[in-house]
C-alpha cells in the first residue's frame, strides 16, 4: 500500500536558522513527490514538486526538497527560516500510474519560527 | 485568478440534515476531486472526477455523493449529516495527463455537524 509518513509532529526553528521538514514516502516504482503548505484557515498552496532529473528541488518561498531514492525520503529544507514561514506543512505522493488529480498525503507537520 | 473556489466557507449543520458544499474551477481542469482534512490524519481523499460525467471513489466516500455534469463545477453532497463528517473540506483541480500535474486547492469549507 502506498503511504507518506512525516515523524515530526511539530517542528521549532529560530528565526534566521535552517529548518528541515522530514517526509518519508512507500510507493510502487518511481513517485510524483509534492510539498504544500498551508496557513491557518487557509487553502493548501503549492511549494514544489519533484517528477525527475535534479535531486534537489527548488520552489516558492526559498524553499527546496531533496529527494533521496534510497531513503525513499523527500525532505523540506530553508536556509533561513522566517517567523512568516510558521504554517502546517503537508508532503504528498502521487504514483505514476494513478489519474484523477489522486495523491496520498502526510499527517502534516507544524512549523513554528520564533523570533 | 479565481482559480478553484469553494462555498460556503463555513457552514453549521444539525445531524441528520443534507447539505451540498458547492465546487468551481475556471481553468479548464478535466481532474477534480475532494479531499477532507481531519488533525492528525492530512488530507484523505472522497471522491474524484477525470472528466465530465465520470466519477469514482476515493478512500473515504461513505455519506457523500458527487456529481460532473459541466467540466467547471464538481459539488459535493452530504445526504445525511453525522458528527462523523465535521472536517474541512478542499476541493481541488488538475490538468488531465501527466500524473506530475500540479493538483491545486480551494481555499476550504469548515463544516461543523451537531
Known amino acids: 500500500a502506498q503511504s507518506v509518513a512525516q515523524p515530526e509532529d511539530q517542528v521549532n526553528v529560530a528565526e534566521g536558522n535552517p529548518l528541515t521538514v522530514k517526509c518519508t514516502y512507500s510507493?510502487?516504482?518511481?513517485?510524483?513527490l509534492f510539498w504544500y503548505v498551508q496557513y491557518p484557515n487557509r487553502g493548501l498552496q503549492f511549494l514544489l514538486k519533484y517528477i525527475t532529473g535534479d535531486n534537489l528541488v527548488k520552489g516558492s518561498y526559498g524553499f527546496e526538497a531533496e529527494f533521496n531514492k534510497s531513503q525513499t525520503s523527500f525532505h523540506l529544507k530553508k536556509p533561513s527560516a522566517l517567523v512568516s514561514d510558521s504554517a502546517l506543512y503537508f508532503c504528498?505522493?502521487?504514483?505514476?500510474?494513478?489519474?484523477?488529480?489522486?495523491?496520498?498525503f502526510g499527517q502534516g507537520t507544524e512549523l513554528s519560527v520564533k523570533p | 485568478n479565481a482559480g478553484v473556489t469553494q462555498t460556503p466557507k463555513f457552514q453549521v449543520l444539525k445531524t441528520g440534515q443534507s447539505m451540498t458544499l458547492q465546487c468551481a474551477q475556471d481553468m479548464n481542469h478535466e481532474y477534480m476531486s475532494w479531499y477532507r482534512q481531519d488533525p492528525g490524519m492530512g488530507l484523505r481523499l472522497i471522491h474524484y472526477s477525470v472528466g465530465a460525467g465520470i466519477t469514482d471513489q476515493g478512500e473515504v466516500p461513505n455519506g457523500y455523493n458527487v456529481s460532473r455534469s459541466t467540466t467547471e463545477d464538481f459539488p459535493l453532497r452530504l445526504l445525511s449529516a453525522a458528527p462523523s463528517q465535521t472536517s474541512v473540506y478542499f476541493c481541488?483541480?488538475?490538468?488531465?495527463?501527466?500524473?506530475?500535474?500540479?493538483?491545486?486547492f480551494g481555499e476550504g469549507s469548515w463544516l461543523t455537524v451537531v
Open positions: 510507493v510502487s516504482g518511481n513517485p510524483y
Open positions: 481541488a483541480s488538475s490538468e488531465q495527463g501527466a500524473a506530475g500535474n500540479t493538483i491545486y
Open positions: 504528498a505522493v502521487r504514483d505514476r500510474g494513478s489519474q484523477g488529480g489522486k495523491l496520498i
